[in-house]
């Protein structure tokens, strides 16, 4: 078989790499990729949302099974369009990938169905948003309504923080068009989880659970990132949370999206908060994570284009989707400054053995040298019998890489091991 993935991330590396483990993938293609990738695929510069290029290029080639990983391509219909041009996908249609595409869809779609979450205000006008937080209670969380690279739902602690988030999203434009409305909503309290989730519409199969860290600096301190560093599963996903995740969310979103004649098929991600009064829903991916994928998929023992591929020809209910009881940990490098100013064109050197476990996310590759190109370069995975283990043999492999300006935080997984 013949394979397109479109994204060019750690995401799309850990996918390539566990989709080559079916011995009849044959060739496959990146749309764009990046320098790491093309060690494993072949990469053609074609931008992710370059919707009628990548048709154009699966038309024009002998594509049988397209994977639609990144969030932007998700909501601008990608799936809808090489669907029509008669090639199979993995990844939800225009209309179900709302829910990531629009928070304030999301939070209407939980009020309307009883999905717990957090209690909110939606505003498209700065000023009346200004006013409500005159009295709001505080912290608030502050959320641009579309997609912002991972990056617009801003925390804030006090009120002029509070002003400063909505003047900046609304009236600034920090994510463009994304800020024209806003969500408003409470602060929630307790140990967040990331689930990803297999759905053909009607079944679905939660993967293991994971935690994120998405401050830049050691302790959760400095700003929100893309993420730099999560472990698998999580300790605080206890069997009785994920029963009630499965019962009281899971559920019930997947069959609230049929109903709204928007059935999901793909993988949904649900962000979670485990409250005191019980899991709670931060917010839905409706694609994988980055960088949760870098340490879910390593631990899938099932064949990953097999349950694609039953996702989306709606047989998920007889397909065996089995994952390890080992743990991983990624620890994500990135070039200092990130996620803000950071200079780039640094030689990376990854020696062979750690090759395997690398996922580059940011890198470019020139005169047969990879080069770093982004704020978060790679990340590295090890999968052990214990989360200790596999947090020491991250950090071990994590030394052996080198670059110029490298940056990693150095306490990934160290909130899971106390907690436990």
């Not at 809808?80 to 939070?107: H, Q, T, Y």
């Not at 019930?252 to 949904?268: D, N, Q, V, Y």
């Not at 950071?342 to 047969?368: C, L, Q, S």
């Amino acid at each position: 078989m013949n394979i397109l993935v479109i994204g060019g991330g750690g995401r799309e590396h850990a996918i390539i790499r566990a989709l080559r483990k079916n011995p009849q993938v044959e060739t496959v293609w990146a749309l764009p990729g990046n320098g790491g990738i093309a060690r494993d695929a072949i990469c053609v510069n074609i931008g992710a949302k370059d919707i009628e290029g990548i048709v154009s290029f699966a038309s024009s080639h002998p594509v049988d099974y397209a994977v639609v990983a990144p969030d932007d391509p998700l909501a601008l219909g990608c799936v809808d369009a090489l669907e029509a041009a008669g090639i199979p996908c993995f990844g939800p249609r225009k209309n179900a990938a709302v829910i990531e595409g629009s928070k304030v869809f999301a939070k209407d779609l939980m009020k309307k169905y009883g999905i717990p979450t957090a209690a909110y205000q939606v505003f498209d006008d700065p000023a009346a948003a200004l006013r409500y937080l005159e009295t709001s209670p505080l912290p608030a969380v502050v959320k641009a309504d579309g997609l912002a690279l991972g990056k617009g739902v801003l925390i804030c602690p006090t009120r002029e923080e509070a002003f400063a988030a909505v003047r900046a999203i609304m009236e600034d434009k920090q994510f463009g068009d994304s800020g024209n409305r806003i969500v408003i909503e409470e602060f929630l309290q307790g140990p967040e989880v990331s689930v990803l989730s297999f759905t053909d519409g009607e079944t679905v199969v939660p993967m293991v659970s994971s935690m994120d860290h998405k401050r830049a600096g050691d302790g959760d301190t400095g700003l929100n990132t893309g993420g730099m560093g999560t472990v698998a599963p999580n300790p605080c996903y206890t069997p009785e949370v994920a029963a009630r995740c499965m019962e009281e969310i899971f559920l019930p979103t997947i069959r609230a999206m049929k109903a709204e004649g928007r059935p999901f098929r793909g993988c949904l991600y649900f962000g979670l908060m485990i409250t005191s009064a019980g899991p709670k829903v931060i917010e839905y991916n409706c694609r994988f994570g980055d960088p949760e994928t870098q340490v879910v998929l390593p631990l899938l023992e099932s064949d990953l284009l097999t349950v694609m591929q039953a996702v989306s020809s709606g047989r998920l209910a007889e397909t065996e989707v089995r994952f390890s009881n080992r743990h991983a940990c990624c620890v994500v490098l990135a070039s200092r400054g990130y996620p803000e100013h950071y200079e780039k064109g640094f030689e990376i050197t990854v020696p062979p053995e750690v090759w395997p476990h690398t996922y580059v996310a940011g890198a470019a590759e020139k005169d047969g040298k990879l080069l770093t190109s982004g704020g978060r370069v790679l990340g590295v995975t090890a999968v052990a019998d214990s989360l200790e283990e596999a947090v020491r043999e991250a950090y071990a492999l994590a030394e052996k890489v080198t670059f110029e300006n490298k940056y990693l935080r150095h306490d990934i997984g160290q909130r899971a091991m106390a907690f436990r």
